[in-house]
Protein backbone atom coordinates (compact mmCIF):
# COMPACT_ATOMS: atom_id res chain seq x y z
CA UNK A 1 0.00 0.00 0.00
CA UNK A 2 1.37 4.10 -0.70
CA UNK A 3 1.15 5.58 2.42
CA UNK A 4 -0.16 9.40 1.77
CA UNK A 5 2.61 11.78 0.08
CA UNK A 6 2.79 14.70 2.09
CA UNK A 7 6.63 16.84 1.19
CA UNK A 8 7.77 16.12 4.50
CA UNK A 9 8.04 12.42 4.01
CA UNK A 10 10.69 10.69 2.08
CA UNK A 11 9.72 7.40 -0.45
CA UNK A 12 11.12 4.36 0.28
CA UNK A 13 10.18 0.82 -0.53
CA UNK A 14 7.13 2.30 -2.23
CA UNK A 15 5.84 3.85 1.08
CA UNK A 16 6.26 7.81 1.96
CA UNK A 17 7.45 8.05 5.93
CA UNK A 18 9.30 10.40 7.97
CA UNK A 19 12.80 10.33 8.56
CA UNK A 20 13.75 8.64 11.16
CA UNK A 21 14.71 11.64 13.74
CA UNK A 22 11.08 13.55 12.48
CA UNK A 23 13.15 16.49 11.86
CA UNK A 24 12.29 18.77 8.82
CA UNK A 25 13.96 21.94 7.00
CA UNK A 26 12.51 24.72 6.04
CA UNK A 27 11.63 25.32 2.15
CA UNK A 28 11.26 29.11 1.26
CA UNK A 29 10.42 30.93 -1.61
CA UNK A 30 13.59 33.02 -2.94
CA UNK A 31 11.45 35.24 -4.44
CA UNK A 32 10.29 36.52 -0.74
CA UNK A 33 12.52 34.27 1.12
CA UNK A 34 9.06 33.49 3.33
CA UNK A 35 9.12 29.61 4.10
CA UNK A 36 6.00 27.96 2.36
CA UNK A 37 6.65 24.09 3.63
CA UNK A 38 8.99 21.66 4.75
CA UNK A 39 11.19 18.50 4.08
CA UNK A 40 12.71 15.46 5.69
CA UNK A 41 16.36 15.80 7.66
CA UNK A 42 17.01 12.97 6.68
CA UNK A 43 20.36 11.09 7.94
CA UNK A 44 22.56 8.15 7.26
CA UNK A 45 20.12 5.79 8.83
CA UNK A 46 17.15 6.98 6.29
CA UNK A 47 20.14 6.63 3.39
CA UNK A 48 20.47 2.90 4.37
CA UNK A 49 17.25 2.57 4.41
CA UNK A 50 16.55 3.67 1.21
CA UNK A 51 19.60 1.52 -0.54
CA UNK A 52 18.48 -1.47 1.21
CA UNK A 53 14.57 -1.03 -0.33
CA UNK A 54 16.58 -0.28 -3.73
CA UNK A 55 18.55 -3.32 -3.62
CA UNK A 56 15.92 -5.62 -2.31
CA UNK A 57 13.90 -4.03 -5.73
CA UNK A 58 16.75 -4.81 -7.84
CA UNK A 59 17.29 -8.12 -6.65
CA UNK A 60 13.36 -9.23 -6.77
CA UNK A 61 14.29 -7.92 -10.46
CA UNK A 62 10.24 -6.88 -10.41
CA UNK A 63 11.45 -3.90 -12.65
CA UNK A 64 14.70 -5.58 -14.18
CA UNK A 65 12.58 -8.77 -15.43
CA UNK A 66 10.30 -6.84 -17.00
CA UNK A 67 10.63 -6.74 -21.18
CA UNK A 68 12.86 -3.64 -22.32
CA UNK A 69 9.46 -2.34 -23.79
CA UNK A 70 7.59 -2.59 -20.72
CA UNK A 71 9.56 -0.60 -18.79
CA UNK A 72 10.10 2.34 -21.53
CA UNK A 73 5.94 1.99 -21.63
CA UNK A 74 5.85 3.10 -17.63
CA UNK A 75 8.22 5.85 -18.49
CA UNK A 76 6.05 6.94 -21.41
CA UNK A 77 2.63 6.85 -18.95
CA UNK A 78 4.86 8.88 -16.66
CA UNK A 79 5.71 11.79 -19.54
CA UNK A 80 2.07 11.52 -19.60
CA UNK A 81 1.56 12.12 -16.44
CA UNK A 82 3.98 14.75 -15.87
CA UNK A 83 2.25 16.32 -18.37
CA UNK A 84 -1.41 15.99 -16.78
CA UNK A 85 -0.16 17.94 -14.17
CA UNK A 86 1.61 20.29 -15.94
CA UNK A 87 0.51 23.57 -14.48
CA UNK A 88 1.00 22.12 -11.10
CA UNK A 89 4.61 21.04 -11.45
CA UNK A 90 5.10 24.47 -12.92
CA UNK A 91 3.68 26.69 -10.21
CA UNK A 92 5.28 24.36 -7.39
CA UNK A 93 8.74 24.77 -9.62
CA UNK A 94 8.67 28.42 -9.82
CA UNK A 95 7.99 28.76 -6.55
CA UNK A 96 10.72 26.51 -4.86
CA UNK A 97 13.25 28.09 -7.52
CA UNK A 98 12.21 31.76 -8.01
CA UNK A 99 12.33 31.11 -11.68
CA UNK A 100 9.56 32.79 -13.89
CA UNK A 101 6.92 30.73 -14.74
CA UNK A 102 7.97 30.88 -18.41
CA UNK A 103 11.04 28.80 -17.54
CA UNK A 104 9.49 26.93 -15.52
CA UNK A 105 6.63 25.95 -17.75
CA UNK A 106 9.43 24.40 -19.78
CA UNK A 107 11.59 23.06 -17.76
CA UNK A 108 8.42 20.80 -17.13
CA UNK A 109 8.14 20.14 -20.48
CA UNK A 110 11.95 18.82 -21.19
CA UNK A 111 11.25 16.68 -17.57
CA UNK A 112 8.34 15.23 -20.00
CA UNK A 113 10.28 14.34 -22.60
CA UNK A 114 13.16 12.63 -20.32
CA UNK A 115 10.74 10.10 -19.57
CA UNK A 116 9.04 10.31 -23.07
CA UNK A 117 13.11 9.86 -24.75
CA UNK A 118 14.29 7.01 -22.59
CA UNK A 119 11.20 5.38 -22.47
CA UNK A 120 11.07 5.28 -26.18
CA UNK A 121 15.03 4.01 -26.12
CA UNK A 122 14.39 1.97 -23.55
CA UNK A 123 14.42 -1.37 -26.41
CA UNK A 124 16.62 0.16 -28.66
CA UNK A 125 20.00 -0.20 -26.81
CA UNK A 126 21.79 -3.55 -28.07
CA UNK A 127 24.49 -5.64 -27.74
CA UNK A 128 27.01 -6.53 -30.41
CA UNK A 129 28.24 -10.22 -31.95
CA UNK A 130 31.97 -9.97 -32.07
CA UNK A 131 34.05 -11.89 -34.97
CA UNK A 132 36.52 -13.98 -32.96
CA UNK A 133 38.12 -17.73 -33.67
CA UNK A 134 36.39 -20.25 -35.86
CA UNK A 135 34.20 -22.45 -33.56
CA UNK A 136 33.10 -19.57 -31.58
CA UNK A 137 29.94 -17.20 -30.91
CA UNK A 138 30.86 -14.08 -29.31
CA UNK A 139 28.67 -11.84 -28.13
CA UNK A 140 28.24 -8.69 -26.12
CA UNK A 141 25.27 -7.84 -23.77
CA UNK A 142 24.86 -4.61 -21.81
CA UNK A 143 23.15 -5.28 -18.58
CA UNK A 144 21.63 -3.09 -15.69
CA UNK A 145 24.41 -1.93 -12.60
CA UNK A 146 22.20 -2.39 -10.02
CA UNK A 147 21.36 0.38 -7.30
CA UNK A 148 22.45 3.51 -8.67
CA UNK A 149 22.51 6.83 -6.48
CA UNK A 150 21.75 10.26 -8.04
CA UNK A 151 22.81 13.69 -6.54
CA UNK A 152 20.99 16.49 -7.72
CA UNK A 153 21.41 20.32 -7.85
CA UNK A 154 19.04 23.14 -7.29
CA UNK A 155 19.27 25.04 -10.36
CA UNK A 156 16.98 22.64 -12.70
CA UNK A 157 14.86 20.02 -10.09
CA UNK A 158 12.54 19.29 -11.99
CA UNK A 159 14.67 18.67 -15.32
CA UNK A 160 17.02 16.82 -13.30
CA UNK A 161 15.12 13.91 -11.62
CA UNK A 162 14.10 12.89 -15.33
CA UNK A 163 17.52 13.39 -16.48
CA UNK A 164 19.60 12.04 -14.53
CA UNK A 165 16.48 8.81 -13.51
CA UNK A 166 15.28 8.30 -16.98
CA UNK A 167 17.86 6.57 -18.21
CA UNK A 168 18.98 4.56 -15.52
CA UNK A 169 15.72 3.45 -15.38
CA UNK A 170 15.17 2.85 -18.85
CA UNK A 171 18.05 -0.19 -18.64
CA UNK A 172 16.18 -1.95 -15.24
CA UNK A 173 18.26 -0.31 -12.42
CA UNK A 174 16.76 0.72 -9.36
CA UNK A 175 17.32 4.19 -7.94
CA UNK A 176 17.59 6.36 -4.40
CA UNK A 177 17.82 10.09 -5.33
CA UNK A 178 18.69 12.98 -3.09
CA UNK A 179 17.64 16.28 -4.05
CA UNK A 180 19.27 19.64 -3.11
CA UNK A 181 17.80 21.02 0.16
CA UNK A 182 16.81 24.07 -1.27
CA UNK A 183 14.60 22.66 -4.21
CA UNK A 184 13.13 19.12 -3.30
CA UNK A 185 9.74 19.88 -4.03
CA UNK A 186 9.19 19.03 -7.59
CA UNK A 187 11.23 16.02 -7.14
CA UNK A 188 8.98 14.84 -4.68
CA UNK A 189 5.94 15.86 -6.64
CA UNK A 190 7.57 13.62 -9.45
CA UNK A 191 8.28 10.73 -7.69
CA UNK A 192 4.77 10.47 -6.55
CA UNK A 193 3.64 11.02 -9.89
CA UNK A 194 5.57 7.62 -10.91
CA UNK A 195 3.87 5.72 -7.59
CA UNK A 196 0.64 6.61 -9.21
CA UNK A 197 1.37 4.88 -13.00
CA UNK A 198 2.86 2.04 -10.78
CA UNK A 199 6.41 1.98 -10.73
CA UNK A 200 7.61 -1.35 -8.62
CA UNK A 201 7.94 -0.61 -4.96
CA UNK A 202 11.96 0.23 -4.50
CA UNK A 203 12.38 0.72 -7.61
CA UNK A 204 12.43 4.89 -7.39
CA UNK A 205 13.09 5.92 -3.33
CA UNK A 206 13.85 9.59 -2.64
CA UNK A 207 15.35 11.19 0.50
CA UNK A 208 15.74 14.56 1.12
CA UNK A 209 18.26 16.22 3.45
CA UNK A 210 21.56 18.18 3.93
CA UNK A 211 24.06 17.38 1.45
CA UNK A 212 26.99 16.74 4.05
CA UNK A 213 24.81 14.22 5.82
CA UNK A 214 21.75 12.66 3.49
CA UNK A 215 24.22 13.58 0.22
CA UNK A 216 27.39 12.43 1.90
CA UNK A 217 26.07 8.86 3.10
CA UNK A 218 24.57 8.23 -0.07
CA UNK A 219 28.23 8.57 -2.21
CA UNK A 220 29.67 6.88 0.30
CA UNK A 221 27.26 3.61 0.75
CA UNK A 222 28.97 0.96 0.37
CA UNK A 223 26.02 -1.00 -1.44
CA UNK A 224 25.50 1.32 -4.05
CA UNK A 225 26.71 0.47 -7.79
CA UNK A 226 27.04 4.22 -9.89
CA UNK A 227 26.89 7.61 -8.79
CA UNK A 228 25.52 10.62 -11.21
CA UNK A 229 26.54 13.91 -9.84
CA UNK A 230 25.43 16.92 -10.42
CA UNK A 231 26.81 20.49 -8.51
CA UNK A 232 29.60 21.87 -7.69
CA UNK A 233 33.43 21.06 -8.42
CA UNK A 234 34.26 20.76 -4.65
CA UNK A 235 31.42 18.36 -3.50
CA UNK A 236 32.29 16.51 -6.92
CA UNK A 237 35.94 15.60 -5.85
CA UNK A 238 34.39 14.32 -2.38
CA UNK A 239 31.54 12.04 -4.34
CA UNK A 240 34.37 10.92 -6.37
CA UNK A 241 36.68 9.68 -3.70
CA UNK A 242 33.61 7.83 -2.28
CA UNK A 243 32.89 6.17 -5.17
CA UNK A 244 36.69 5.08 -5.68
CA UNK A 245 36.21 3.55 -2.25
CA UNK A 246 34.04 1.43 -3.04
CA UNK A 247 35.33 0.84 -6.84
CA UNK A 248 32.23 2.25 -8.36
CA UNK A 249 32.04 4.36 -11.04
CA UNK A 250 30.24 7.90 -11.35
CA UNK A 251 29.30 10.71 -13.64
CA UNK A 252 30.07 14.30 -12.32
CA UNK A 253 28.19 17.08 -14.16
CA UNK A 254 30.04 20.54 -12.30
CA UNK A 255 29.22 23.62 -14.48
CA UNK A 256 31.43 25.68 -16.78
CA UNK A 257 32.56 28.95 -17.97
CA UNK A 258 31.55 28.79 -21.22
CA UNK A 259 32.38 31.42 -24.31
CA UNK A 260 30.46 32.73 -26.74
CA UNK A 261 32.92 33.45 -29.38
CA UNK A 262 31.82 36.86 -31.87
CA UNK A 263 33.55 36.74 -34.90
CA UNK A 264 33.35 39.50 -37.18
CA UNK A 265 31.51 38.45 -39.50
CA UNK A 266 28.48 36.93 -37.53
CA UNK A 267 24.80 37.51 -37.88
CA UNK A 268 24.87 40.23 -35.11
CA UNK A 269 21.11 40.34 -34.98
CA UNK A 270 20.20 36.91 -34.38
CA UNK A 271 24.03 36.32 -32.18
CA UNK A 272 23.55 39.07 -29.67
CA UNK A 273 19.88 38.30 -28.62
CA UNK A 274 21.27 34.55 -28.08
CA UNK A 275 23.83 35.61 -26.05
CA UNK A 276 21.75 37.37 -23.56
CA UNK A 277 19.23 34.81 -23.28
CA UNK A 278 21.56 32.17 -22.62
CA UNK A 279 23.12 34.02 -20.14
CA UNK A 280 20.05 35.47 -18.56
CA UNK A 281 18.34 31.86 -18.34
CA UNK A 282 17.89 30.61 -15.23
CA UNK A 283 19.45 34.04 -13.50
CA UNK A 284 22.79 32.69 -15.08
CA UNK A 285 22.19 29.83 -12.73
CA UNK A 286 22.76 27.30 -15.64
CA UNK A 287 25.76 25.13 -15.54
CA UNK A 288 25.81 25.82 -19.58
CA UNK A 289 25.36 29.25 -19.34
CA UNK A 290 27.12 31.13 -21.71
CA UNK A 291 28.81 33.03 -19.42
CA UNK A 292 32.30 34.88 -21.44
CA UNK A 293 31.51 36.66 -24.77
CA UNK A 294 34.72 36.85 -26.52
CA UNK A 295 34.76 39.37 -29.18
CA UNK A 296 36.52 40.34 -32.13
CA UNK A 297 38.33 43.16 -32.08
CA UNK A 298 36.95 45.45 -34.55
CA UNK A 299 33.11 44.82 -33.53
CA UNK A 300 33.81 45.27 -29.90
CA UNK A 301 32.82 48.46 -29.36
CA UNK A 302 29.41 47.90 -31.25
CA UNK A 303 28.96 44.73 -30.00
CA UNK A 304 29.14 45.79 -26.43
CA UNK A 305 26.60 48.61 -27.03
CA UNK A 306 24.09 46.67 -28.75
CA UNK A 307 24.63 44.30 -25.64
CA UNK A 308 24.75 47.06 -22.90
CA UNK A 309 20.79 48.37 -24.50
CA UNK A 310 19.43 45.08 -23.82
CA UNK A 311 20.94 44.57 -20.59
CA UNK A 312 19.34 47.98 -19.48
CA UNK A 313 16.20 46.72 -20.72
CA UNK A 314 16.06 43.26 -18.76
CA UNK A 315 13.98 43.11 -15.55
CA UNK A 316 14.51 41.06 -12.61
CA UNK A 317 11.09 39.63 -10.58
CA UNK A 318 9.11 37.59 -8.36
CA UNK A 319 8.48 34.33 -9.96
CA UNK A 320 4.88 35.04 -11.01
CA UNK A 321 5.70 38.62 -12.41
CA UNK A 322 7.50 36.23 -15.36
CA UNK A 323 9.89 38.72 -16.77
CA UNK A 324 12.93 37.79 -18.11
CA UNK A 325 14.77 36.43 -14.56
CA UNK A 326 13.97 35.64 -11.21
CA UNK A 327 15.23 36.04 -7.76
CA UNK A 328 18.68 33.90 -6.65
CA UNK A 329 18.07 30.38 -5.23
CA UNK A 330 19.16 31.52 -1.64
CA UNK A 331 20.46 34.75 0.28
CA UNK A 332 24.01 32.74 0.14
CA UNK A 333 24.02 32.63 -3.84
CA UNK A 334 23.37 36.32 -3.59
CA UNK A 335 26.05 37.20 -1.16
CA UNK A 336 28.12 35.22 -3.67
CA UNK A 337 27.30 36.69 -6.79
CA UNK A 338 27.83 39.82 -4.96
CA UNK A 339 31.08 39.14 -3.15
CA UNK A 340 32.66 39.27 -7.44
CA UNK A 341 30.99 42.22 -8.50
CA UNK A 342 32.32 44.35 -5.64
CA UNK A 343 35.65 43.10 -6.34
CA UNK A 344 36.36 43.02 -9.77
CA UNK A 345 38.10 45.81 -11.46
CA UNK A 346 36.41 45.33 -15.02
CA UNK A 347 34.34 48.04 -16.36
CA UNK A 348 30.62 47.85 -16.02
CA UNK A 349 28.94 49.31 -19.03
CA UNK A 350 25.19 48.37 -18.08
CA UNK A 351 22.78 46.98 -15.50
CA UNK A 352 19.10 45.68 -16.17
CA UNK A 353 16.97 46.25 -13.15
CA UNK A 354 15.20 45.05 -10.19
CA UNK A 355 11.48 45.44 -10.47
CA UNK A 356 10.19 48.10 -7.86
CA UNK A 357 7.28 45.58 -6.24
CA UNK A 358 9.67 42.89 -5.89
CA UNK A 359 9.97 42.32 -2.39
CA UNK A 360 13.59 43.39 -0.15
CA UNK A 361 13.21 39.96 1.21
CA UNK A 362 13.91 38.01 -2.10
CA UNK A 363 17.25 36.95 -3.39
CA UNK A 364 17.99 39.90 -6.38
CA UNK A 365 20.49 40.68 -8.09
CA UNK A 366 20.33 42.92 -11.01
CA UNK A 367 21.88 41.62 -14.45
CA UNK A 368 25.23 43.05 -15.24
CA UNK A 369 27.43 43.58 -18.32
CA UNK A 370 31.03 43.56 -17.89
CA UNK A 371 33.95 44.74 -20.81
CA UNK A 372 36.62 44.78 -21.39
CA UNK A 373 37.05 42.24 -18.66
CA UNK A 374 40.95 41.27 -18.38
CA UNK A 375 42.00 37.48 -18.97
CA UNK A 376 43.19 36.96 -15.18
CA UNK A 377 39.79 39.09 -13.95
CA UNK A 378 37.92 36.10 -11.65
CA UNK A 379 34.88 37.37 -13.54
CA UNK A 380 36.45 35.63 -16.66
CA UNK A 381 37.98 32.41 -15.51
CA UNK A 382 35.22 31.08 -12.22
CA UNK A 383 32.16 30.13 -12.51
CA UNK A 384 29.75 33.31 -11.02
CA UNK A 385 26.44 30.74 -11.37
CA UNK A 386 24.59 35.16 -11.47
CA UNK A 387 23.33 37.16 -14.39
CA UNK A 388 26.59 38.48 -15.10
CA UNK A 389 28.32 38.81 -18.71
CA UNK A 390 31.96 39.03 -18.99
CA UNK A 391 33.03 40.50 -22.38
CA UNK A 392 36.49 39.50 -23.53
CA UNK A 393 38.39 41.30 -26.79
CA UNK A 394 40.32 38.63 -29.10
CA UNK A 395 42.17 39.92 -32.41
CA UNK A 396 42.19 36.57 -34.64
CA UNK A 397 41.19 32.81 -34.54
CA UNK A 398 44.20 31.68 -33.32
CA UNK A 399 43.27 34.19 -29.93
CA UNK A 400 39.93 33.26 -29.87
CA UNK A 401 41.24 29.58 -29.45
CA UNK A 402 43.72 30.20 -27.28
CA UNK A 403 40.93 32.59 -25.25
CA UNK A 404 38.03 30.12 -25.16
CA UNK A 405 40.23 27.69 -24.06
CA UNK A 406 41.83 29.87 -20.90
CA UNK A 407 39.39 28.01 -18.54
CA UNK A 408 40.36 24.95 -16.04
CA UNK A 409 36.08 24.33 -17.39
CA UNK A 410 35.24 23.00 -20.78
CA UNK A 411 31.52 22.24 -21.20
CA UNK A 412 30.05 23.96 -24.13
CA UNK A 413 30.96 26.51 -26.55
CA UNK A 414 29.18 29.11 -29.20
CA UNK A 415 30.84 30.09 -32.41
CA UNK A 416 29.43 33.02 -34.61
CA UNK A 417 30.39 33.52 -37.74
CA UNK A 418 29.41 32.75 -41.47
CA UNK A 419 32.76 31.53 -42.72
CA UNK A 420 31.70 27.43 -42.40
CA UNK A 421 35.98 26.61 -42.89
CA UNK A 422 36.14 27.99 -39.84
CA UNK A 423 33.15 26.77 -38.22
CA UNK A 424 34.91 23.50 -38.53
CA UNK A 425 37.85 24.61 -37.30
CA UNK A 426 37.25 26.42 -34.06
CA UNK A 427 34.16 23.38 -33.48
CA UNK A 428 37.42 21.14 -33.29
CA UNK A 429 39.96 23.23 -31.47
CA UNK A 430 37.39 24.07 -28.47
CA UNK A 431 38.08 22.08 -25.11
CA UNK A 432 34.75 21.23 -24.12
CA UNK A 433 31.79 18.34 -24.74
CA UNK A 434 29.61 20.74 -27.14
CA UNK A 435 29.70 23.16 -29.70
CA UNK A 436 26.94 25.31 -31.05
CA UNK A 437 27.49 26.94 -34.17
CA UNK A 438 25.54 30.22 -34.98
CA UNK A 439 22.73 29.01 -31.86
CA UNK A 440 23.19 28.07 -28.37
CA UNK A 441 21.47 25.66 -26.52
CA UNK A 442 21.83 26.09 -22.79
CA UNK A 443 20.03 23.24 -21.01
CA UNK A 444 18.06 22.57 -24.06
CA UNK A 445 18.57 19.26 -26.07
CA UNK A 446 17.51 15.80 -24.53
CA UNK A 447 18.53 14.10 -27.66
CA UNK A 448 22.24 15.35 -27.20
CA UNK A 449 24.96 14.00 -25.20
CA UNK A 450 25.72 16.58 -22.62
CA UNK A 451 28.65 16.34 -20.29
CA UNK A 452 31.80 17.85 -19.89
CA UNK A 453 35.92 18.09 -19.87
CA UNK A 454 38.32 19.39 -16.87
CA UNK A 455 36.64 20.76 -14.25
CA UNK A 456 33.17 20.48 -15.83
CA UNK A 457 33.21 17.02 -14.68
CA UNK A 458 33.54 13.54 -17.02
CA UNK A 459 30.70 11.14 -18.31
CA UNK A 460 27.96 12.07 -20.57
CA UNK A 461 24.59 12.06 -20.18
CA UNK A 462 21.51 12.98 -22.53
CA UNK A 463 21.10 11.20 -25.29
CA UNK A 464 21.65 7.47 -25.85
CA UNK A 465 25.00 8.11 -24.05
CA UNK A 466 23.25 8.05 -20.98
CA UNK A 467 21.72 4.69 -21.31
CA UNK A 468 25.27 3.39 -22.17
CA UNK A 469 26.80 4.83 -18.81
CA UNK A 470 23.90 2.72 -16.39
CA UNK A 471 24.65 -0.29 -17.63
CA UNK A 472 27.79 -2.94 -17.62
CA UNK A 473 28.68 -4.90 -20.36
CA UNK A 474 29.34 -8.84 -20.36
CA UNK A 475 31.15 -10.55 -22.95
CA UNK A 476 30.03 -13.75 -23.54
CA UNK A 477 31.98 -16.20 -25.57
CA UNK A 478 30.17 -19.61 -26.44
CA UNK A 479 32.41 -22.40 -28.10
CA UNK A 480 30.25 -24.84 -30.18
CA UNK A 481 31.33 -27.07 -33.17
P1 LIG B 1 26.71 21.52 -4.20
O1 LIG B 1 26.99 21.86 -2.79
O2 LIG B 1 27.75 20.81 -4.96
O3 LIG B 1 25.34 20.69 -4.20
C1 LIG B 1 24.93 19.80 -5.21
C2 LIG B 1 24.27 18.58 -4.57
O4 LIG B 1 25.23 17.88 -3.77
C3 LIG B 1 23.14 18.92 -3.60
O5 LIG B 1 22.16 17.93 -3.64
C4 LIG B 1 23.85 18.93 -2.29
O6 LIG B 1 22.99 18.78 -1.19
C5 LIG B 1 24.77 17.75 -2.43
N1 LIG B 1 25.91 17.75 -1.53
C6 LIG B 1 26.47 18.80 -0.84
N2 LIG B 1 27.51 18.38 -0.10
C7 LIG B 1 27.63 17.06 -0.32
C8 LIG B 1 28.54 16.06 0.14
N3 LIG B 1 29.54 16.35 0.99
N4 LIG B 1 28.40 14.80 -0.32
C9 LIG B 1 27.42 14.47 -1.19
N5 LIG B 1 26.51 15.38 -1.64
C10 LIG B 1 26.63 16.65 -1.22
O7 LIG B 1 26.34 22.80 -4.99
P2 LIG B 1 25.59 24.07 -4.42
O8 LIG B 1 26.01 24.41 -3.02
O9 LIG B 1 24.15 23.82 -4.63
O10 LIG B 1 26.12 25.18 -5.40
C11 LIG B 1 27.45 25.68 -5.27
C12 LIG B 1 28.02 26.01 -6.62
O11 LIG B 1 28.02 24.82 -7.42
C13 LIG B 1 27.22 26.98 -7.44
O12 LIG B 1 27.47 28.28 -7.11
C14 LIG B 1 27.67 26.63 -8.84
O13 LIG B 1 28.88 27.23 -9.15
C15 LIG B 1 27.84 25.15 -8.76
N6 LIG B 1 26.64 24.47 -9.25
C16 LIG B 1 26.70 23.85 -10.43
C17 LIG B 1 25.58 23.24 -10.93
C18 LIG B 1 25.56 22.55 -12.23
O14 LIG B 1 24.50 22.37 -12.81
N7 LIG B 1 26.67 22.07 -12.71
C19 LIG B 1 24.39 23.26 -10.23
C20 LIG B 1 24.36 23.88 -9.00
C21 LIG B 1 25.51 24.47 -8.53
P3 LIG B 1 22.45 20.10 -0.44
O15 LIG B 1 21.76 20.93 -1.43
O16 LIG B 1 21.53 19.54 0.53
O17 LIG B 1 23.64 20.74 0.17
MG1 LIG C 1 13.21 26.70 -2.28
Not at 236 to 249: C, L, R, T, W
Request: charged fraction near 20%; proline fraction near 5%; hydrophobic fraction near 40%.
Amino acid sequence: MVDAYSPQMNLIAGRWQPAEEERKIPVECPSNGEPFSSIAQSTETDIDHAVAAARQSFERGSWRRLTATERGRLLICLADKVDHHFETLAHLEAQDTGKPLTQARADITATARYFEFYGGAADKLHGEVIPYLNGFHVQSLREPLGVTAHIIPWNYPAQMFGRTLAPSLAMGNAVVLKPAEEASMTPLYLAKLAMEVGFPEGTINVVTGHGDVAGAALSKHPDIDFISFTGSPEVGSEVQAAAAKNHVDCTLELGGKSPQIVFEDADLDSALAAIVRAVIQNGGQTCSAGSRALVQKSIFDDVIKILGESFSNLMAAPHDEDRDLGPLITATQKNRVEKYLQSTDAKKVAQGQILDLAPTSGHYVAPMLYGPVSRDDPLAREEIFGPVLSCLPFDDETDAIELANNTEYGLVSGVWTLDGSRQVRMAKALRCGQVFINCYGAGGGIELPFGGVGKSGHGREKGFEALREFTTLKTIVQKHD
